[in-house]
């Protein structure tokens, strides 16, 4: 029995050795030093480890947005949500920046014209609430730089430190939610500014306060008394009743300047926080300062505070790829890809974040896929194979005859070309101008030339109806201008959570005040910001309902630019268009909305937060907010609504443009239920949408669906990122058995020289059209097998044999 049992044992231990064993090609890599050090540290620990380990290395966050960069490089999918952090960091503080400046547009009081404390909190919510990315948000004022309304009394008086911030709290086991269930929707606020004078470990200035990257970037800023030292920007303002009034101000540094306006910081923990492996965006907040002193030459512009939005580490993709000509920039993860370097490359994909897989495999130039795999190999499956699965797959075949591209091209007869035009019958009977929006068959080429020879001066030639667009021709607008809708998302938050917490009559004991209701300079910096936040945002809008603003019947500031790079913007209040048919409220989309949202509005999310705010003017220590827990309820993106294109030959920014419009709300008089309050719009440019020219399933409203000219029976087409709105933006990949034929860099047909030559075919030029198709992958390799020969030969000896006898 005991010879029985050790011989259990001993199997399996030989079973385990070998399960184990089998990773072993695996070495260790640069992912798993960064990974050890990831999984160290925890909440429990972080308080009582160095501060070396409460940071990971500069470069394991690759391929940061630059904003020198964006309107020049397509930006990657797996880095539109690093974009958007960076674009909402800089909107923030344009926004600060202005409406602490602003008080010189108004007449000098003894009182102060910046926000209350409830204004910076819900803010800094917003920014959290709207985008499930964001996980922090927070505004980090400079010493004794903080003006406030919130407290009596406190004229040209500062608080010590101020810094409100907001983080996205687990409320797994948030006794508010009995479903046990996390909704990402519970937020806890704090002033971190709330502690007291003699504790030196809560002040956030100190380089030892929680791994203080992100205040050292850009604070403390020593002008040196100069007035020169801070970027201006100029916003022209129309009123309602018809003033005109051009407003300069200081922000953050220019997108030409060096360095530019954002800086990222290196991923750290969030200890004793929110407990989270973050990275944070981090731009400068202008002011004049010192203030009130009636001496303008001695007050200089400097940065008094900064505006720090934060993401998990762990939502971002890295880029196991090595580094290329299309590859380059620091990156700790530079060749660790699983890919066999002979005969495949590697290729990043999104959606993985920080783990190990976000990669596919293709061949290299001069091999193919074997006949049995149809698509390229995933990262995912490379890095969970055995070694026998990786040993003996995984593998490109090589193309043993390769053929060398065309260089002498030739017309085409006359029977092939009339072979494609009957194909392409769309190419020999089409019409020109308007007319070829509503074909049967779109020609591209003549609907392109109709759509981009629109401009200011050309419009007027049109009737109206030919400047409005089907939504079909503005197909993944939703998906590709997602980062510009959650900003208006993030506007529309703000105002629903202020007017549903905020009450401008709610008396507290002691010198606090209540915030004061929103203000036009407010209101107006908001709309200003998303403009200047954002450069694929024309127009942006916040139009209230009639009487629902203070003050005012109807009040609609919208901020245009008329130049993509510039420093010179256009403020207007619509609310002066008051003529019949001319109101802002007679708009389809805000007809529509008001109308959706008349009555119900239980489908609206709720959100919850936690405000700790500070106990007296010097802070001391931190105290729940009066009403703890307290609740909002907003729109989604879900909610709001997207327009068609449109070309406004009367409008402000004369260009094609898709408008996002989403609703705010707020209590009715009684404060018995939710109403109505208005909306927030913003206009992107429809040519800066990439066109989608393959295939799709027949309900996808895509006007130039399966318009692409890649060879149906040797291909498929494949989008490509970053063409625009021109032809041509995809590639012609290889089905299954086919192989690339040509001695070249590439292993596609690229699209725009696909429709480069299909043209030369129409024009009845000379054209190599025809070369654009793959080979069937069957006898690739030209090579003598002996055997085979030598069989060949003998049987063909011995028929010669026997026909001689």
């Known amino acids: ?87 909402m960091a800089l909107s923030r503080a344009f926004f600060w920046s202005y409406i602490l400046q602003s008080r010189f547009i108004r007449p000098a009081i003894n009182d102060t014209y910046d926000p209350g404390m409830m204004y910076y909190f ?8 709207s985008n499930r990315h964001v996980n922090a948000s927070a505004i980090y004022f400079a010493p004794n730089s903080s003006f406030s309304s919130s407290y009596r009394g406190f004229f040209n008086k500062t608080f010590p430190r101020f810094a409100p911030r907001t983080y996205r709290e687990d409320d797994f086991n948030d006794p508010i939610h009995l479903e046990k269930i996390s909704t990402l929707n519970t937020f806890y606020v704090r002033d971190l500014g709330a502690f007291p004078p003699d504790s030196a470990l809560h002040d956030y200035t100190i380089k030892n306060y929680h791994i203080n990257e992100w205040y050292n970037a850009w604070l403390p800023d020593n002008v040196e008394k100069r007035h020169d030292t801070k970027t201006t920007y100029q916003v022209e303002i129309r009123y309602a009743n018809n003033t005109n009034e051009t ?26 926080r929110s407990n989270k492996w973050l990275v944070a965006a981090v731009t400068p907040i202008a002011d004049i300062y010192p203030r009130h002193t009636q001496f303008r030459h001695i007050e200089y512009p400097t940065y008094t505070a900064i505006s720090v939005l934060e993401m998990d580490f762990e939502r971002i993709d890295i880029n196991q790829c090595p580094k290329g000509e299309g590859n380059k920039g620091p990156n700790v993860f530079a060749d660790t890809a699983r890919c066999k ?48 699965q990786f040993y003996n797959g995984f593998d490109c075949m090589k193309i043993g005859w390769v053929q060398k591209v065309p260089i002498k091209w030739f017309r085409a007869p006359t029977y092939v070309r009339e072979q494609y035009l009957n194909r392409y019958y769309e190419y020999k009977n089409y019409t020109t101008g308007p007319s070829s929006l509503h074909s049967h068959k ?44 959650k900003m208006a998302i993030r506007l529309a938050n703000f105002i629903s959570a202020f007017l549903q917490i905020s009450d401008p009559t709610e008396v507290y004991s002691g010198k606090r005040v209540a915030d004061k209701p929103l203000t036009e300079d407010q209101m107006m910096g908001e709309t200003l910001a998303l403009v200047l936040g954002n450069t694929r945002i024309w127009s942006a809008a916040t139009l209230w309902d009639r009487r629902k603003f203070p003050n005012r019947t109807l009040f609609g500031p919208y901020a245009y630019k008329r130049e993509l790079n510039t420093r010179k913007f256009n ?235």
Request: aromatic letters at 14%; hydrophobic letters at 35%; proline letters at 6%.
């Open 1 to 87: 029995m005991g010879l029985l049992w050790r011989s259990y044992g001993l199997f399996a231990v030989l079973t385990l050795m070998g399960v184990l064993a089998q990773y072993e090609w695996q070495p260790k890599d640069a992912f798993d030093e960064i990974k050890v050090r990831f999984d160290k540290v925890n909440g429990d620990n972080c308080p009582i480890l160095p501060p070396r380990d409460l940071t990971l290395p500069e470069e394991s966050v690759s391929h940061l947005p630059d904003i020198k960069d964006v309107n020049i490089n397509p930006v990657f999918p797996n880095r539109t949500a690093l974009l958007h952090l960076h674009n």
């Open 341 to 388: 370097k002979e005969t495949t490359e590697c290729e990043p994909i999104d959606g993985w974040g920080f783990r190990r897989g976000g990669y596919q495999c293709r061949c290299k130039p001069g091999y193919r896929l074997p006949g049995v795999v149809r698509r390229p190999y995933l990262g995912e499956i490379l890095e969970r194979a055995s070694d026998e």
């Open 571 to 805: 403020m207007e209040d619509i609310a002066r268009n008051n003529k019949t048919g001319e109101e802002y409220i007679d708009r389809p989309y805000f007809r529509l909305l008001k109308q959706r949202w008349a009555s119900n509005f239980d489908s609206l999310e709720k959100y919850y937060l936690k405000i700790r705010l500070r106990h007296n003017e010097t802070g001391e220590y931190a105290q729940r907010y009066e009403h703890f827990p307290n609740f909002y309820h907003a729109a989604t993106m879900d909610h709001g609504y997207w327009t068609t294109p449109e070309f406004d030959c009367r409008g402000y920014v004369k260009k094609w443009l898709i408008t996002y419009a989403v609703p705010f709300f707020g209590w009715d008089s009684l404060k018995a239920k939710l109403e109505f309050k208005g909306i927030v719009a913003v206009s992107m440019n429809m040519l800066q949408l990439d066109i989608n020219q393959c295939p799709d399933d027949y309900y996808e409203p895509n006007a130039f669906k399966n318009t692409h000219k890649c060879d149906e029976k040797s291909s498929y087409c494949v989008p490509i990122l970053g063409r625009g709105y021109e032809t041509g933006g995809y590639k012609c990949e290889c089905l299954q058995g086919f192989e690339y034929p040509y001695e070249d860099l590439i292993t596609y047909y690229d699209g725009q020289l696909v429709e480069a030559e299909f043209e030369n075919i129409v024009n009845d030029k000379e054209s190599r059209f025809e070369t654009f198709k793959c080979r069937l992958a069957g006898a690739a390799a030209l090579q003598v097998q002996f055997t085979i020969l030598g069989f060949v030969t003998l049987f063909g000896w011995i028929l010669l044999r026997r026909n001689q006898c």
């Open 442 to 485: 779109l020609n591209i080429n003549e609907v392109l030339k109709f759509i981009l020879g629109v401009n200011a001066r050309s419009c007027k030639n049109y009737h109206p109806q030919d400047l409005v667009l089907t939504g079909e021709f503005a197909y993944e607008a939703q998906k590709q201008f997602d980062n510009e809708a």
């Open 122 to 129: 819900l803010s800094t919510v917003a920014d959290v609430s």
């Open 247 to 272: 407003f300069t101000f200081h922000g953050p540094p220019g997108a030409d300047e060096d360095p530019g306006p954002v800086k990222f910081t290196k991923p750290y923990f969030d200890c004793r």
